[in-house]
């Protein structure tokens, strides 16, 4: 679909195509609401089902059947009568619900009754001394190599960090004929003890059994070492690293390094909005602020999935038939839902082991805010140490941090140092991330050309988006 051919307005915006989504837009749809769904990929799925209509992955069992139950999601949104549009940056989303969208070069707003946001989550950066290198990348980006290319490294691969989707990655590469020199694990072990609180809700959760086969399949072929420090070395490319605890240091050569530290919402299209957020203490991130169903501090915004705080794909899909009950509701008073306590059950049985898992990953202090020359900024190229002075100086919290290092106003806006800053700012003024805050999110949230918006309709609605 071109941006031409969108319409100017539409009863229902789901913005991405992940479980919440795909979930979401089935159920509005089929109850009769006009329903576009937005996504920025070449196929929907999101990351947790990142190239499920077009993967060369044959062997079902290198990605296992949790990965596999996302085509039932795809083939129901697909039968419900949703606009599925592929290749659609969103751009911009305010308070009155109008929709900034650009495909294939060419912009539009879109006014939406009803939007439903569910950008899903992102990586936390695990920002370490040689993390720009290349040949260090997120354990995210290899699993999106793996699921839409069919890539399966094939040199010595060593994996660092904490958090269930490392061992994941670890399992699926192990089933595709990748060689692990070692998973550096870099989990806390005081974390076990607080952990063991929530330990009876996730043995009876879906969680228990699936965990316990994935650490049995991956240490039976994998050494587990556990660290308190890791850091990447070579000249033009990584080609060491070095690691360590309170026995000692050791080196490894490696051709490529897989660093992960748990997953985080993306929230800066909610923030752009004007989305009211909070800082979460046990996921040690910012969320939105959301009611039972999902709906936002602004009338007609919703957010589901992960994008409203961590809880899995499952758990993900779920959210997004409760925030589409919900927008039916208001926009198609009339129309036949399902019951909405029952997916509110279902809701509950998958986040039931989910605080077991956020305290036993949680990261350690150390990881999550760097000293010295290490980067934090990677678009700018800001160092913690430069980050750290400039807190010294006076500076409050990041947005004045852009005025001082420009943290944060490069192509990612912020997505891969935002909670680095945040926590950095905190700790040397001797807050907490809560009052320091996050960065002021303003449209455009990803990058675009001026030609694209320079395509846009002229009119005062469009006017005034651009230029708020």
Known sequence: MNAADLPSSCDLVVIGGGPAGLAAAALAARAGVQTVLFDENAGVGGQIYRGITATPVEDRAILGADYWAGVGL?????????????????????PARRVGVSIAGKARLIQARQVIVATGSLERPLPIPGWTLPGVMTAGAAQTALKAQGLVPDGRTVMAGAGPLLWLLAAQLLRAGAKI??????????????????????????YWSKGLALLREVKAKVPVIRVDRVEA????????????????????KADLLLLHHGVVPNVNLALAAGVAHRWNGRQLCFEPVVDQDFGTSIPGIAVAGDGAGIAGGTAA????????IAAVAALKPDAILPQVQAIRQRLAREEMGRAFLDVLYQPAPGHRRPVGDTIVCRCEEVTARQVRDAADLGCEGPNQMKAFLRCGMGPCQGRLCGLTVTELIAEQRRSNPAEVGYYRLRPPVKPIS?????????????????ER
């Open 233 to 252: 070395h070579g000249r033009d490319r990584f080609a060491e690293v070095a690691f360590g605890s309170a026995s000692g240091e050791r080196r490894m």
């Open 450 to 466: 001026l030609a694209e918006l320079a395509s846009l309709p002229i009119s005062d609605a469009e006017r005034k988006a651009v």
């Open 317 to 324: 899909a779920e959210r997004g038939r409760i925030a589409a």
């Open 181 to 206: 020199e070692a998973i550096l694990d870099t989990a806390p072990r005081m974390n076990w003890l607080r952990a063991a609180w929530h330990l009876p809700d996730f043995a009876l959760s879906p």
């Open 74 to 94: 795809v083939d129901e949104a697909r039968a419900s009568g949703a606009v599925i549009v592929n290749g659609a940056i969103v751009w911009s989303l305010d």
